[in-house]
């Protein structure tokens, strides 16, 4: 698969800070020899939450590349039977990240509490590996139509396994931004990893809830619908880079118009076969 990539943080209209981080923020950061990409929102208050989702984002790509330049290098966690290598590289590298923010909260009490979510994508031969913890999420735009490839680790979808709420009582709902989940909390956590075999053209949408919480997903697949078709195999970098970064552009600007009231980072990947 050939994977064009482009990624933008947005500090939204009510907040004073940005707590969320994401990679690549750069066309220059993305490596082809671990085609990753990832999504973190952090929380704690005053800067704790940038310190946790920054830790999240730069271990999970130090992982990465760490383990790309050696494969027989010793991994922190057992690998485990139920899952394949790509499946078990990416939830020990969350589970890694997790430890380091775990590890740095308890050293300092200016920390304490703080915490992240994060969804990343790892694609290896003709699989798109997605790997996720608390309510930001993945979404897949597939022939015209858009699923939500994750699910949210939240207070509210828990309630909604286990009862019917009207799209009214989902609204009023009064918990709707907490989140039963998320890196830091705890030395270990739970990592949920799914596969999917993407088709030639598909776009995953990696974002954060100030996001996915502002723009219904009917505008969401409407604005990846309109995405202009792919730029020539021979444009470089730089411009196909533009292009997706253009679709961010035109989400996050959706998410401010309809208040903004939370950071709003999205990250979006294309698939190419090639």
């Not at 930001?136 to 909604?160: A, C, I, M």
């Not at 880079?241 to 401010?256: H, P, S, T, V, Y």
């Not at 999205?266 to 698939?271: E, F, G, I, P, S």
Request: a negative charge; aromatic letters at 6%; hydrophobic letters at 35%.
């Amino acid at each position: 698969m050939r994977i064009e990539v482009a990624g933008l943080t947005d500090l939204g209209r009510k907040r004073t800070g940005n707590e969320d981080n994401c990679f690549p923020k750069k066309f220059e950061q993305f490596d082809r020899e671990f085609p990753l990409v990832c999504v973190a929102d952090g929380m704690g208050g005053h800067s704790s939450g940038e310190v946790a989702s920054e830790i999240a984002v730069e271990e999970l790509v130090e992982f990465f590349r760490m383990t790309a330049k050696d494969q027989d290098a010793t991994w922190p966690y057992k690998m485990d039977r139920a899952r394949n290598y790509e499946e078990n590289r990416l939830a020990t590298g969350i589970k890694l990240a997790n430890m380091r923010i775990h590890e740095r909260s308890s050293a300092d009490p200016k920390l304490r509490g703080m915490g992240t979510t994060v969804v990343s994508v790892y694609f290896s031969g003709t699989t798109a590996y997605v790997g996720h913890v608390g309510d930001s999420r993945v979404y897949q735009f597939s022939r015209g139509e858009l699923k939500q490839v994750t699910e949210d680790h939240s207070l509210l979808n828990d309630y909604l396994k286990s009862k019917k709420l009207t799209p009214e009582e989902i609204e009023a709902f009064p918990h709707k931004n907490v989140i039963v989940r998320a890196l830091g909390m705890k030395d270990t956590v739970q990592v949920d990893v799914v596969r999917v075999e993407p088709q030639d053209g598909d776009i995953f949408l990696l974002c954060s809830d100030g996001l996915s919480g502002m723009v219904p997903d009917p505008l969401i697949r409407s604005t990846l619908a309109a995405l202009s078709p792919p730029s020539s195999p021979n444009a470089n970098e730089e411009e196909r880079w533009a292009r997706l970064e253009g679709a961010c552009k035109q989400l996050i600007d959706l998410a401010n118009a309809n208040g903004g009231l939370d950071n709003v980072t999205c990250v979006l990947a294309q698939v190419f076969s090639t």
